[in-house]
Nanobody
Framework: VQLQASGGGLVQPGGSLRLSCAAS??????MGWYRQAPGKQRELVAT???????NYADSVKGRFTISRDNAKNTVTLQMNSLKPEDTAVYYC????????????WGKGTQVTVSS
C-alpha cells in the first residue's frame, strides 16, 4: 500500500493551499488528514468515509474542505483562510476496509503559514 501526498508549501496568512493524496494497493474505508506541529501531538484535521460523510476538527471547520474520489482512491484537502497556527506537517491517512483497525500513513508534507 502506498499513500502519495502532495501540495504543501509556504503561504501567507489568509491564503489557500490544496493537499492531495493518492492511495494505491488496497481499498479503504476512511481517508483523511492529520497534522503535527512542532512539540505537539499528531491531531485529526479532517476525515471522509467511503460514503462521503465528513468530520472536521473544530479549529478548521468552515475553512477546510475534504473531498474524496473513490474511483481514483484520492483524498483532497482544500485549505482556505489559513492561519499561522495551521503550520504543521500534514499526513495523509487511510483506514483499511479489509483489516479492522489497520491504518496506513503517507509521508508528511510541510505546510507553513507565515508572512
Amino acid at each position: 500500500v502506498q499513500l502519495q501526498a502532495s501540495g504543501g508549501g509556504l503561504v501567507q496568512p489568509g491564503g489557500s493551499l490544496r493537499l492531495s493524496c493518492a492511495a494505491s494497493g488496497s481499498i479503504f474505508r476512511n481517508m483523511g488528514w492529520y497534522r503535527q506541529a512542532p512539540g505537539k501531538q499528531r491531531e485529526l484535521v479532517a476525515t471522509v468515509t467511503s460514503g462521503g460523510t465528513t468530520n472536521y476538527a473544530d479549529s478548521v471547520k468552515g475553512r477546510f474542505t475534504i473531498s474524496r474520489d473513490n474511483a481514483k482512491n484520492t483524498v483532497t484537502l482544500q485549505m482556505n483562510s489559513l492561519k499561522p497556527e495551521d503550520t504543521a506537517v500534514y499526513y495523509c491517512n487511510a483506514v483499511s476496509a479489509l483489516i479492522s483497525g489497520l491504518n496506513y500513513w503517507g509521508k508528511g508534507t510541510q505546510v507553513t503559514v507565515s508572512s
